[in-house]
């Protein structure tokens, strides 16, 4: 099985932008679909993007649609979360999760229950 490691995290004022990493060990990264959820504090953990294993599909929650990328690097057995114009309710700690590949819709990818393979998660502050 895969473990993942999230970094990247930090303090960073509004406008600003962090990006987080996932590192994969155990088992090569591309045998798995990635996601990226965030849980503020009293709130649910929520989807913020997904990438299919291949890096051929990839989808987003409005909420940062066109200020987040999600990214991977095979090669290196890492996934990327690239975080601009930050906003304060960005505010939350961001985890990893992985699934192994397999035949899905993209709206699969939105659900937490998918993934079996979680990071520890790492704080991202966002100040006004």
């Known amino acids: 099985q895969v473990q993942l490691v999230e970094s990247g995290g930090g303090l960073v004022q509004a406008g600003g932008s962090l990006r987080l990493s996932c590192a994969a060990s155990?088992?090569?990264?591309?045998?798995?679909?990635m996601g990226w959820f965030r849980q503020a504090p009293g709130k649910e953990r929520e989807f913020v993007a997904a990438?299919?294993?291949?890096?051929?599909?990839?989808t987003y929650a409005d909420s940062v649609k066109g200020r987040f990328t999600i990214s991977r690097d095979n090669a290196k057995n890492t996934a990327y979360l690239q975080m601009n114009s930050l906003k304060p309710e960005d505010t939350a700690v961001y985890y990893c999760?992985?699934?192994?590949?397999?035949?899905?819709?993209?709206?699969?990818?939105?659900?937490?229950?998918?993934?079996?393979?979680w990071g520890q998660g790492t704080q991202v502050t966002v100040s006004s």
């Open positions: 999760a992985a699934v192994e590949r397999g035949p899905r819709t993209m709206s699969a990818f939105y659900q937490r229950g998918l993934y079996n393979y």
């Open positions: 155990g088992r090569t990264l591309s045998s798995y679909d």
């Open positions: 990438m299919s294993w291949g890096a051929a599909s990839m």
